[in-house]
Nanobody, 119 residues
Framework: QVQLVESGGGLVQAGGSLTLSCAAS????????MGWYRQAPGKQREVVAT???????NYADAVQGRFTISRDNARNTVFLPMNTLKPEDTAVYYC?????????????WGQGTQVTVSS
């Protein structure tokens, strides 16, 4: 069974930086997409950045230019360095992995890591 383990959240002042990491384990199938989503109190979960196994990346407009997603495909790990953090970046950040499991797509979520940006 695939599991995602996240790390790197915490409390930081506005303008500071944090790096989130997420490692997938237990997959017998290649992981196609990995990415980060976030959910702030009272809001719906939203995409932050996603990265397929190839060279492309996708970012939410709100984080473009400040966050950079990268993957280590050999280790099934995805990273999210976050720079110039703003109070509005405060949320629980969730790692996501998607892969074809032979007969259907599987969509796996991590447990979430809290990021708090103080003003």
């Amino acid at each position: 069974q695939v599991q995602l383990v996240e790390s790197g959240g915490g409390l930081v002042q506005a303008g500071g930086s944090l790096t989130l990491s997420c490692a997938a384990s237990g997959s017998t199938f290649p992981i196609t997409d990995m990415g980060w989503y976030r959910q702030a109190p009272g809001k719906q979960r939203e995409v932050v950045a996603t990265k397929p196994s190839g060279d492309s990346t996708n970012y939410a407009d709100a984080v473009q230019g400040r966050f950079t997603i990268s993957r280590d495909n050999a280790r099934n790990t995805v990273f999210l360095p976050m720079n110039t953090l703003k109070p509005e970046d405060t949320a629980v950040y969730y790692c996501n992995a998607r892969f074809w499991a032979g007969t259907n797509w599987s969509n796996i979520w991590g447990q979430g890591t809290q990021v708090t940006v103080s003003s």
